[in-house]
């Protein structure tokens, strides 16, 4: 768990970095305006341009690395939920850093959060034991194709289907690469070049990024990072037990549902944070 909390922490506050560098890389274009694939691009290209945006990709990484060690060991909605609780990171440093005043409600949703977070924590057991089907695999990668195209078209959508289009695509993404680090055992390189999982994993990982960094740039994003949160929590979840085998600690099991559920109510209440504030 310790590992999860670490991703959460160094993904929490590289949301607020990315956000702020989005957002002035969008000074003087036109936010609410359609974007095709080419305009996205432009988009992130100039956001890479921005020193907090670069911070932002050192501290997405580590936490990569965290969230690797941690689904290595937890089942995959206790890291699920963690990572959702990022935004209850994001709001603290916001409030720290960027002088953004919490309401009452916002400090007690961080309670929320983490109030859920113990509650997984108590009842998590350990990782399912079983292995992954080819076909679960390949149904990943297929689903990686698929948010790419989701996030590809959803940026030509109307405004107000556009953010929830985006956040669910980003969402799923990362949730196909939660499910595939589970599906990645052998790490030698004829092994990862005959893995379909590993060809998911970069997929929706790169939708995912291209997914959320269009949403950040294209004025609020309260609703696309809540739906990220959605797809990036239930799905993977109800993979893991059903398919992979994850477990909660004799007679728990209510408690992890339940601290499951607190924790993502949380964050969703969070959801503003994605946004950088004026």
Do not use: H
């Not at 002035?24 to 359609?34: K, L, M, N, S, V």
């Not at 960094?213 to 949160?229: D, E, I, K, N």
């Not at 949380?266 to 946004?275: C, N, P, S, Y």
Request: include cysteine; glycine fraction near 16%.
């Amino acid at each position: 768990m310790v590992c999860a909390l670490s991703a959460a922490v160094c993904f929490g506050t590289a949301t607020v970095l990315q956000a702020v560098a989005a957002r002035a890389a969008t000074a003087g274009t036109d936010p609410a305006g359609g974007g095709g694939p080419g305009d996205d691009a432009a988009l992130l290209l100039r956001a890479l341009r921005q020193w907090r945006y670069i911070a932002g990709l050192a501290l997405d990484g580590l936490g990569f690395v965290f969230q690797i060690a941690a689904l290595r060991s937890l089942p995959i909605y206790a890291v699920g939920a963690a990572l959702a609780a990022s935004l209850a990171v994001t709001a603290v440093v916001a409030a720290r850093l960027l002088r953004v005043r919490l309401s009452g409600v916002e400090w007690a949703s961080v309670g929320v959060v983490c109030a859920g977070l113990g509650m997984l924590g108590l009842a998590s057991g350990t990782e399912g034991d079983r292995a992954g089907t080819d076909t679960l695999r390949y149904a990943m990668l297929a689903t990686g194709v698929g948010v790419l195209v989701l996030g590809l078209l959803g940026g030509r959508l109307p405004e107000r289907g556009r953010g929830l289009a985006l956040g669910l695509a980003a969402g799923f993404g990362f949730g196909v690469v939660e499910v595939s680090v589970r599906l990645i055992d052998d790490v030698s390189v004829g092994a990862l070049v005959s893995n379909a999982a590993v060809y998911a994993l970069v997929v929706g990982g790169g939708a995912a990024f291209l997914a959320l960094t269009s949403a950040l740039q294209r004025g609020a994003v309260t609703v696309p990072t809540a739906g990220m949160v959605i797809g990036e929590t239930i799905g993977p979840a109800l993979i893991g037990v059903v398919w992979l085998g994850d477990r909660t600690r004799e007679g728990l099991g209510w408690l992890a549902v339940a601290g499951f559920a607190v924790a993502v109510v949380g964050a969703l209440a969070l959801a503003r944070f994605g946004e950088a504030p004026e």
